[in-house]
T-cell receptor, first 115, second 112 residues
């Protein structure tokens, strides 16, 4: 069964450094998402992406964040200058369409630790 | 605005006994509702979904949920818990064409 993959599974970085989290969505999916889950808190929406542009973003997704689909298969989340409060589990998701019958498929997550 | 309230942060049951994980939602629209499960070090797996068809929805691994509009509830049940059901469960609401809104999660423990 096709699945969403994410790399790395765990990333440790120092405050102020740039990180790139990578995702490979399911191949025939058209809508892509990033969510994050700070330890002990709920999963929160960050951004959605369609047709090579951001379609929606939350207030969490400030200028420090960016997304890109560089090569038609990868979908990346970049944090330019990490802060301690960026430490969280980051989930990528993809969806074939927007109709109710289409669900979001989630990757296993990348645990980001900022020290 | 859309929101989800999972009434219990932790539920503990004995193996072989019924499971009830409670979820209430708030939505201005006719939402889709989901239950996702997260096993340790794994991604979020869809258990079941409600998309305005039958109000009683059957999912994987013997789970089911009933959409009750009058109570704005979407509780998850299973007749008999198995050790492998121990995980974190998320109730999720999705208004049309917008991102998912997650509840805080309920950790299910199953005691042998």
């Amino acid at each position: 069964e096709p699945e969403v993959t994410q790399t790395p599974s765990h990333q440790v970085t120092q405050m102020g450094q740039e990180v790139i989290l990578r995702c490979v969505p399911i191949s025939n999916h058209l809508y892509f998402y990033w969510y994050r889950q700070i330890l002990g808190q709920k999963v929160e929406f960050l951004v959605s992406f369609y047709n090579n542009e951001i379609s929606e973003k939350s207030e969490i997704f400030d200028d420090q964040f960016s997304v890109e689909r560089p090569d038609g298969s990868n979908f990346t989340l970049k944090i330019r200058s990490t802060k301690l409060e960026d430490s969280a589990m980051y989930f990528c998701a993809s969806r074939q369409g927007l109709a109710k019958t289409y669900e979001q498929y989630f990757g296993p997550g990348t645990r980001l630790t900022v020290t | 605005a859309q929101s989800v309230t999972q009434l219990d942060s932790h539920v503990s049951v004995s193996e072989g006994t019924p499971v009830l994980l409670r979820c209430n939602y708030s939505s201005s629209y006719s939402p889709s509702l989901f239950w996702y499960v997260q096993h340790p070090n794994k991604g979020l797996q869809l258990l079941l979904k409600y998309t305005s068809a039958a109000t009683l929805v059957k999912g994987i691994n013997g789970f089911e949920a009933e959409f009750k509009k009058s109570e704005t509830s979407f509780h998850l049940t299973k007749p008999s818990a198995h050790m492998s059901d121990a995980a974190e469960y998320f109730c999720v609401v999705s208004p049309p064409s917008t991102p998912l809104v997650f509840g805080k999660g309920t950790r299910l423990s199953v005691i042998a």
